[in-house]
């Protein structure tokens, strides 16, 4: 079955460096998305990705975030300047409509120090 | 604006048994999608079912069924036979129309006991 992969599957990083989350969805999908997790919280949502363009953001996803699909397959999350508050779990998913349900990667579990 | 309720923060459940999952929601939509995901101590997000909400007829996935009851806005969960692996917690949501960003609920931490 096809799966959305995301990289790395866990990231410690100081705070103030930039980090790159990656994931590549599944190839015949046309929508993507980052969420993120706080542990013990809700599953909140970013940034959403259609057509290489955003199609919709959140309130968490400030300045400080951005998004790209550099390839054609890639599709990354960068957090430029990175805050304590930043580290969580952090899911991409793609979906190619929604009768067929959200595809969610493993996530990337970002520690920030 | 939508919302997803999940007033049960935690259950627990005899191995073998059945126990069901609460879940109400708010939107103004005629047709959507409901989905209720699994996430097992490894946090990864695993879909257990889906339920379009134009159909009348409850969605089954082997052990998993829902009732849906569209009138009333309530997506609960029915875990029958119940496992050692099906402890998790347990997200409903839904995407506010379309192919939008779905919205979660806080979550049902469920816990099978041996």
């Known amino acids: 079955e096809p799966e959305v992969t995301q990289t790395p599957s866990h990231q410690v990083t100081q705070m103030g460096q930039e980090v790159i989350l990656r994931c590549v969805p599944i190839?015949?999908?046309?929508?993507f998305y980052w969420y993120r997790q706080i542990l013990g919280q809700k599953v909140e949502f970013l940034v959403s990705?259609?057509?290489?363009?955003?199609?919709?953001k959140s309130e968490i996803f400030d300045d400080q975030f951005s998004v790209e699909r550099p390839d054609g397959s890639n599709f990354t999350l960068k957090i430029r300047s990175t805050k304590l508050e930043d580290s969580a779990m952090y899911f991409c998913?793609?979906?190619?409509?929604?009768?067929?349900?959200?595809?969610f990667g493993s996530g990337t579990r970002l520690t920030v120090v | 604006a939508q919302t997803v309720t999940q007033s049960q923060p935690e259950m627990s459940v005899q191995e073998a048994e059945t126990v069901t999952l609460s879940c109400t929601y708010d939107?103004?939509?005629?047709?959507?999608?409901l989905f209720w995901y699994k996430q097992p101590p490894s946090r990864q997000m695993i879909l257990v079912i889906r339920?379009?909400?134009?159909?009348?007829q409850n969605a089954t996935e082997n052990r998993f069924s829902v009732n849906f009851q569209k009138a009333a806005k309530s997506f609960s969960l029915k875990i029958s036979d119940s496992q050692l692996g099906d402890t998790a917690m347990y997200f409903c949501?839904?995407?506010?129309?379309?192919?939008?960003?779905?919205?979660f609920g806080k979550g049902t931490r469920l816990s099978v006991i041996a």
């Open positions: 998913a793609s979906i190619i409509g929604p009768a067929y349900g959200y595809t």
């Open positions: 190839s015949n999908h046309l929508y």
């Open positions: 990705f259609y057509n290489n363009e955003i199609s919709e």
């Open positions: 939107t103004s939509e005629s047709n959507y999608y």
């Open positions: 339920q379009e909400a134009y159909k009348q």
């Open positions: 949501a839904f995407p506010r129309s379309g192919n939008t960003p779905l919205v």
